[in-house]
């Protein structure tokens, strides 16, 4: 029989908080009014995050896993998860409880009013710092005006998704997957539900601040079109700049023929601007192309290095991609 509600967690280096939240998703778990799954996703953990996912699994038959091969990231591990959950209902959410389990049951009451996405909004962001603030802030608010499609701001991945939402999002042979983007492209009736956020339950910050900026990129560059046009404007801003640099050197060549520093200065800064210009132009032109790099390449997502809890059938339908070993 397969289950009505699927849970899918992401797990990378988390052994501080995997039993905190199997406890506090199991209590979830066990008020559905259907069979549930929880998938856990390895996603290449150093710690002992995959052997506790196997004592879970066979302490508890409603869990299941999949281990990547390696790490190949947050969204890509969503992803797998997706591909292989059999429920219904799907809902995303994070192993550091900064994604409340105890919120999926008002999530589940909205889908049953007709709703096939429903996000979960941040209002408030508990014990995080002023700097994290502002630029999760920025960030949003900048995608949602320049997307070409209304990303809700102040959203993450924490979200439930009907079944009908997770087979076109399968579908989608993209790889550079930002997953709330995708989520805003495909349409269908969506709603947020607002909560707090809560501090990390235990260990330390897998987003790093590299590691946010190279999302937050992914982003932009994904369902926005408007940083190519930028460089235009700069090249065009540029170009008028220089020619009235020109203007200006001539104009101290002809009434201060003696203030050679004044027109060197002018010719340097002018320069300096182009070469500027040049390169963030160059750079954006990069992240495209890099990413039709990515595309074309045509490799699979992930590579499996163990899947356990799924029937066989299933999951021999699902592996498009090539195992390493399977349990």
Known sequence: MLPKYSFIVPIYNEEETIQEMYRRISQVMNRMDGEVELCLVNDGSRDRSLQMMRELHQKDPRVVYLSLARNFGHQIAVTAGLNFVRGKVIVILDADLQDPPELIPDMVEKWRQGYK???????????????KRFTAYAFYRILKNLADV?????????CLLDRQVVD??????????????????VGFNQIAIKFERDPRFAGEVKYTFRKSLALAINGLVSFSKVPL???????FFAALLSLFMCVMVLYWRLVQPHSSLTGMAIILMAIFFIGGVQLFSIGILG???????????????YTLAEVAGFYED??????????????
């Open 117 to 131: 996405i429903v996000y979960a909004q941040r209002i408030q962001r508990r014990q995080e710092g002023w700097f």
């Open 150 to 158: 209304d990303i809700p701001t102040d959203t993450g991945d924490f």
């Open 168 to 185: 076109v999002l399968n579908a989608m042979p993209e790889r550079n997957r930002y997953i709330r983007g995708l989520r805003a492209w």
């Open 229 to 235: 046009q930028l460089s235009t404007y700069m090249g």
């Open 287 to 301: 992240e495209y192309i890099g990413r039709i790099y990515e595309e074309v390449k045509q490799r699979p997502l």
């Open 314 to 327: 299933y999951a021999e339908r699902q592996k498009s991609m090539s195992m390493v070993d399977e349990k």
